[in-house]
Nanobody, 122 residues
Framework: VQLQASGGGLVQAGGSLSLSCAASGRTASSYTLGWFRQAPGKEREFVAVNKWSGLSTLYADSVKGRFIISRDNDKAVTLQMNSLKPEDTAVYYC?????????????????WGQGTQVTVSS
């Protein structure tokens, strides 16, 4: 499975950005797709995930009410990030599990995109 992430960039605090992730290369009809992020000197942490059915989502407490992960089609999602804060600055990674996993554990995800930088200035 290949994951192609796009979006990101530089924005002032309080602004918005969107990230997109598209999956390809596997014969599954739909994919659970999630986002993680890693700030300098910190562990990679869960941000949000959208289940393959599109009917379930999970969010980290730090982004609830500000970020929305939505399904564009069976193999792509968009992460809309609103009310951004400087602490949201990180490299954001799209991820997908190999099997039916749907959760917040980084270890449950097998496939990773290349990462895209999000920088929020104060």
């Amino acid at each position: 499975v290949q994951l192609q992430a796009s979006g990101g960039g530089l924005v002032q605090a309080g602004g918005s950005l969107s990230l997109s992730c598209a999956a390809s290369g596997r014969t599954a009809s739909s994919y659970t797709l999630g986002w993680f992020r890693q700030a300098p000197g910190k562990e990679r942490e869960f941000v949000a995930v959208n289940k393959w059915s599109g009917l379930s989502t999970l969010y980290a407490d730090s982004v609830k009410g500000r970020f929305i992960i939505s399904r564009d089609n069976d193999k792509a999602v968009t992460l809309q990030m609103n009310s951004l804060k400087p602490e949201d600055t990180a490299v954001y990674y799209c991820a997908a599990p190999k099997g039916p996993y749907f959760g917040v554990d980084r270890g449950g995800y097998t496939y990773w995109g290349q990462g895209t930088q999000v920088t929020v200035s104060s």
